[in-house]
């Protein structure tokens, strides 16, 4: 099972999987009946959850119902406890939305939702985030997860993020990181997709972010809290949701 989810997921083009995916998994999840553990978003139960990954495929991951990955459970987990996101009137913009997300957010009636990717056929709005069509001061709140590590100029598009953000905003901008680089590698030399692979880790990443990220989101304009959110669950809980206790989230606020 973990060769083959590897593969599609290295040689199906991303706008294809996630059209097809939801069928799959339909099929497959019923491989996976059990109660060992529990996906926080759609809240089903599962003796385990699937594999995923282009290259070294994590055991543990995948949602078979919903499709939420561990970032996905943990950033969920985080909305409901750390912020007012369930609570008070938001104006959204979602950029490159996850299926695990899109339709939850979008009967929720608190919230303004916008989406917007360029090219996900999930977002409603076809968008260059270096170049964001909205006037300054119009979202309150902002998602753009695992896309800075793909544009050519991740400063430019927090800067446009950071213009679009309404003072006293905030924003969860995760990215892959490896948490041994003091700093983030990049080199404009690197451009085939091999190399691109070998170096970053995917094929279409242009950068590996390091332990700098939230000084690159601060040269974005933001101000930065770093939360170690998920060591705050027992190891019991951690691995219930199956959790990535490593990851740092990054809580972005325009002043």
């Given at each position: ?36 553990v ?6 089903s139960q599962f003796?385990k ?13 995948l ?5 939420a990955?561990e970032?996905?459970r ?16 938001i104006k ?6 996850e299926?695990?997300f899109?339709?939850l ?7 303004d ?23 300054e ?14 544009v050519?100029?991740?400063?430019k ?7 679009v953000?309404k003072p006293?905003?905030w924003?969860i ?9 003091d ?14 692979e ?18 690159r ?18 190891e ?15 809580y972005?606020?325009?002043?």
């Amino acid at each position: 099972m973990k060769k083959i989810i590897s593969f599609v997921i290295r040689k199906v083009p991303r706008p294809i999987l996630q059209i097809l995916s939801p069928i799959a998994l339909s099929v497959l999840k019923l491989l996976y009946s059990g109660s060992k553990v529990q996906c926080p978003i759609c809240d089903s139960q599962f003796a385990k959850f699937m594999p995923y990954g282009r290259i070294q495929t994590r055991e543990n991951a995948l949602c078979p119902n919903c499709l939420a990955l561990e970032r996905h459970r943990l950033i969920w987990l985080y909305l409901k406890e750390k912020t007012n996101f369930f609570k008070d009137p938001i104006k959204l913009l979602h950029i490159a939305p996850e299926a695990c997300f899109i339709d939850l957010f979008e009967k929720m009636d608190n919230i303004d939702y916008i989406t917007a990717d360029i090219e996900s056929p999930l977002a409603k709005i076809k968008m260059d985030v270096h170049d964001i069509p909205f006037d300054e001061n119009t979202f309150d709140v902002i998602f753009c997860n695992h896309v800075l590590e793909h544009v050519t100029d991740d400063i430019k598009a927090m800067n446009e993020m950071h213009r679009v953000l309404k003072p006293n905003g905030w924003a969860i901008m995760q990215s892959p990181q490896n948490y041994s680089l003091d700093t983030t590698y990049e080199d404009t030399n690197i451009t085939s997709p091999a190399d691109r692979e070998k170096h970053f880790g995917q094929d279409d990443h242009l950068r590996m972010f390091g332990l700098d990220y939230n000084k690159r989101l601060e040269k974005g304009g933001f101000n930065v809290k770093e939360d170690y959110f998920a060591k705050e669950y027992n190891e019991a809980d951690a691995n219930r949701f199956a959790l990535p206790v490593e990851e740092i989230i990054y809580y972005c606020t325009k002043a």
